[in-house]
């Protein structure tokens, strides 16, 4: 029998169609309402202190431990850094096998090799080894993280990477569903060996719910998940020593609804973080041009405005920025970055 022609659509295209039935069954009302307090929590000036407590991080590209980069390479990366408040290099690793399984020799060759050159160079900085994969339901093939031989052999890789001198594990697996018990799992198994280790665990999360049922009528009408709830998101970060919120690709249109929708992700994350957790806020370092990232709205302004204004007078010092990503990159980014962030007076 032939498939209905909606299973076959790509999961873009199928959270598109559900966004687009969320705007239906809610409209219009609660949307514009929604929509008109992301304009009002883009208003005001940020409070006093609101810049880099030096705990921001960056993602990094696979080419650092393929072969393709060089020394020269690295100690232009160390002068890049100088005056930011970057802490953790999150440097792609894998990607992981659908099974957990790691080949290091033919992925990341390199990677002792670069290890070993940013301890020389930049002492203070830590190299977090980023592992990710496609995962399953939403993804077929993918990883499937509620089988615990999968789970065993991605602590067994996590461990491999941690031998090449790794300060520590950051996981990307998406998309992970609000309520996934088998990365609960993961977190929990992995974290016995980065604790046993001494260095952190760290995640990449998703965004939260920005309205309280949102993802649940999402994953009504088109099976896929977007946002967590603010249970889930607490239930993970309680697991790990850093999480990072992917507060990009985010289906605003303008500018200053983004950096609204940024300031009320960084309230919401706030809530549920525990103290003892960095807390860090995505930024879009990249220009994409679609429906669910116009560069025109997630500009790298607007995310370091939209943080500060969500932070107001909190003095958390466990808080920061992460770049994503440094491939795609430009001198205007890290000149944003530098003059919204990183300045002192």
Not at 14 to 41: E, H, Q, T
């Amino acid at each position: 029998m032939k498939k209905p022609r909606w299973k076959t659509w790509s999961r873009r295209r199928k959270i598109l169609l559900g966004l687009l039935l969320v705007f239906v069954l809610l409209v219009p009302l609660p949307l514009g309402a929604l929509a008109i307090s992301w304009r009002v929590a883009y208003t005001g000036d940020p409070q006093a202190g609101t810049s880099t407590r030096g705990k921001d991080a960056i993602w990094l590209g696979h080419a650092w431990v393929d072969g393709r980069k060089s020394a020269a390479d690295v100690k232009a990366l160390a002068e890049q850094l100088q005056g930011t408040g970057i802490r953790d290099l999150y440097v792609h690793t894998g990607p992981l096998e659908h099974d957990g399984t790691l080949p290091l020799a033919t992925v990341s060759p390199r990677a002792r090799w670069f290890t070993d050159a940013v301890h020389q160079a930049m002492p203070k900085v830590r190299v977090q080894a980023w592992l990710g994969d496609v995962l399953q339901p939403e993804k077929n093939p993918g990883m499937d993280l509620d089988d615990a031989a999968v789970r065993a052999r991605v602590k067994a890789s996590s461990e491999q990477v941690l031998d090449q001198g790794f300060d520590g594990i950051h996981y990307d697996v998406e998309p992970v569903q609000s309520g996934s018990k088998g990365f609960l799992a993961l977190l929990d198994e992995v974290h016995q060996l980065t604790a046993a280790r001494g260095v952190p665990l760290s995640v990449a999360a998703a965004q939260l719910d920005p309205a309280p049922g949102m993802n649940r009528v999402l994953m009504g009408v088109s099976g896929l998940s977007k946002w967590w709830t603010k249970e889930y998101f607490g239930a993970v970060a309680s697991r790990v020593e850093q999480i990072a919120v992917m507060s990009y690709d985010t289906w605003t249109p303008l500018e200053s609804l983004y950096g609204g929708y940024v300031a009320q992700q960084t309230e919401l994350a706030l809530e549920v973080t525990p103290e003892h957790v960095d807390l860090l806020m995505g930024v879009p370092f990249y220009w994409e041009d679609n429906f669910s990232h116009r560069g025109s709205a997630e500009t790298v302004r607007a995310a370091i405005r939209g943080t500060q204004l969500g932070l107001g007078d909190s003095q958390r010092q466990n808080f920061g920025l992460a770049l994503y990503v440094d491939f795609a990159a430009t001198p205007e980014n890290w000149s944003d970055y530098r003059e919204g962030w990183c300045r002192t007076d």
